[in-house]
Nanobody, 127 residues
Framework: QVQLMESGGDSVQAGGSLRLSCTYS????????MAWFRQAPGKEREGVAG????????YYADSIKGRFTISQDSAKNTVDLQMNSLQPEDTAMYYC????????????????????WGQGTLVTVSS
């Protein structure tokens, strides 16, 4: 089993920045995808940014490209999401997710294939 815990959600003004962190623990093996998803009120959950553990492969949704950066610290077992130039449309519950080891994904920003999920952290951006 793998446990994921998100932190860093807050309320900010438009144009501000936040850094979300996902700490993973348990039976953590390499060769897994990790990603950040978000779900705004009344909308479906969408993939925001992803990473293939231990590599430089990064995946970003078009809606946040150039504003958000995903990074991993393997020594600390964390995956962070640096969010800059936040806009009201970024308001959502943000979730961290991880696949089982050696899972192959055609699109790392779709939910299918992600086996482990955190409880979420809320980001609110006011105009």
């Amino acid at each position: 089993q793998v446990q994921l815990m998100e932190s860093g959600g807050d309320s900010v003004q438009a144009g501000g920045s936040l850094r979300l962190s996902c700490t993973y623990s348990g039976d953590v093996l390499p060769s897994a995808y990790m990603a950040w998803f978000r779900q705004a009120p009344g909308k479906e959950r969408e993939g925001v940014a992803g990473i293939y553990s231990g590599t430089t492969r990064r995946y970003y949704a078009d809606s946040i490209k150039g504003r958000f950066t995903i990074s991993q610290d393997s020594a600390k077992n964390t995956v962070d999401l640096q969010m800059n130039s936040l806009q009201p449309e970024d308001t959502a519950m943000y979730y961290c997710a991880r696949t089982a080891p050696f899972t192959l994904l055609r699109d790392p920003l779709t939910e299918s294939g992600y086996h482990y999920w955190g409880q979420g952290t809320l980001v609110t951006v006011s105009s």
